[in-house]
């Protein structure tokens, strides 16, 4: 790098955002993360030494991807290419392999290539870089917000070891904040700012353990700041308010933080926890969720969950469905927040979701038996003659509307697989099915349903 090229790569760093400017270098300068590179870790000693694993590093926005891999590239004195998921091709992929090529053979180099967003590589992509990985050509960090267990191809993670980065807590926010307040060659400085533990507080919280959404937010609100006859800018509470406007709400419609919540709401209804069900209801809402998706899983969750230990239930959730979808949103959140406080304090039985799981297990075996004979319709006078409902009990010829007959195939007869609970509405269902059924065909009749977990993605 010639001289001309030194100043405007300088004049470049000065016109970079306060959050790019303040990067550390070094890992006595980097912030956070303490289980991996703290003093001592096993990850620490290793790159300090040299030997640098190939690495994903897992974490949400803002605490420390980037800033962790240009550290590392700074203090293993590596190449450090940098490429962009979102925009980077194969053809892309294979210069800068090319280029880590010829670097090895002339002066020796190790190059680090880091990958941000790598989640949103295809296979075709990643498999381009894995031979160059597994041979050493480059090590490769790269950056996800995603799950790598469902965003990365094995054969790269089999080559690759993960790492998961926390959110920032408070303190370490604190001390990026104060840090950058007071660098004069990198920070804020050298232009005098004044601000208040409040508007410092403020801002952390806001953040929400985003470096870079704290580093941003400080910037706006002292460069908004005109300074006083003093020469002091003045931050109050009031313009690191306007310059945050509303917390992070990180949220992904199609990631983890997608299915992390529905489950979190699924749960906390099912726990009979109106407050929990309520707060995971408005972290999707409040981030843009679709609030037809949300009133779909209310609507499962009726039939899951509560079933009929309440059948009002399942008509509480129709109806929310039918307000969001007449008068949209932000109306409707009324509506899904009413139905998510009844599926908490509603009985829950789960006996509808149990019985219906061992009709399916039924049917995988195989064996579909034949509909007995006095349960057919005689359509004709030749199915009449065959025997078809031959022996029929026409139920309100009796007394109570009932008679006992057999309704299941003859290899299935006395099968039970509806076990009501002793929940809600479901009391009534056992007293009644115990009068039909206990001393008759169904002497067995069992009321507690065997406890399942449905642990699936919600």
Do not use: C
Not at 10 to 30: D, V, W
Not at 57 to 83: C, E, Q, R, Y
């Amino acid at each position: 790098m010639d001289m001309f090229e030194r100043q405007i790569e300088e004049q470049r760093g000065q016109q970079a955002p306060l959050a790019t400017r303040m990067r550390p270098t070094t890992f006595n300068e980097f912030v956070g993360q303490e289980h991996l590179i703290g003093e001592g870790r096993v990850l620490r000693k290793a790159i300090e030494a040299g030997r640098i694993p190939s690495i994903v590093l897992w974490g949400p926005p803002g605490s420390g991807k980037t800033t962790l891999a240009n550290v590392i590239a700074n203090v293993t004195d590596s190449h450090f290419t940098m490429v962009s998921a979102v925009s980077a091709g194969v053809a892309e992929l294979r210069r800068a392999i090319e280029q880590a090529i010829q670097r090895r053979r002339s002066s020796g180099q190790n190059t680090i290539l880091f990958i941000d967003e790598i989640h949103r590589f295809n296979k075709t992509q990643q498999d381009a870089i894995l031979p160059f990985v597994e041979d050493g050509t480059v090590t490769l960090i790269g950056a996800t917000t995603e799950n790598p267990s469902f965003e990365v191809t094995s054969p790269l993670l089999s080559r690759a070891q993960v790492l998961t980065l926390n959110p920032l807590l408070e303190d370490e926010i604190r001390v990026i904040l104060m840090r950058a307040l007071r660098d004069r060659l990198k920070g804020l400085g050298s232009i005098n700012v004044v601000i208040g533990p409040e508007a410092i507080d403020h801002l952390i919280d806001m953040a929400k353990g985003d470096a870079r959404v704290a580093l941003n937010a400080l910037e706006l609100a002292v460069m908004s700041t005109p300074p006083g006859e003093d020469g002091k800018r003045k931050v109050p509470l009031a313009t690191i308010e306007d310059a945050v406007q509303h917390p992070v709400l990180r949220y992904d419609k199609g990631g983890d933080q997608h299915y992390d919540l529905i489950s979190a709401l699924h749960k906390s209804m099912r726990g009979s926890d109106p407050d929990a069900s309520l707060y995971w209801l408005g972290r999707m809402l409040e981030a843009g969720e679709d609030p037809l998706y949300v009133a779909r899983r209310i609507i499962r969750f009726a039939s899951e969950d509560i079933g009929m230990a309440d059948p009002q239930a399942l008509l509480i959730a129709m109806a929310a469905q039918q307000a969001v979808h007449f008068i949209g949103m932000p109306e409707g959140n009324l509506a899904l927040a009413e139905a998510v406080v009844y599926m908490a304090t509603a009985p829950k039985s789960n006996s509808l979701y149990v019985a219906y799981s061992r009709v399916q297990e039924e049917i995988k075996k195989g064996a579909l038996e034949a509909v007995p004979m006095h349960l057919r319709n005689a359509v004709t006078p030749l199915m009449k003659q065959m025997g078809y409902g031959k022996g029929y009990k026409y139920a309100h010829d009796y007394q109570d509307s009932f008679v006992e007959q057999q309704n299941l195939p003859d290899s299935l007869q006395g099968t039970q697989y509806y076990s009501p609970s002793e929940q809600g509405y479901e009391k009534q269902v056992v007293n009644r099915l115990k009068d039909w059924w206990q001393s008759k065909m169904k002497p067995g009749l069992s009321i507690k349903p065997p406890k399942t977990e449905s642990d699936k993605k919600e």
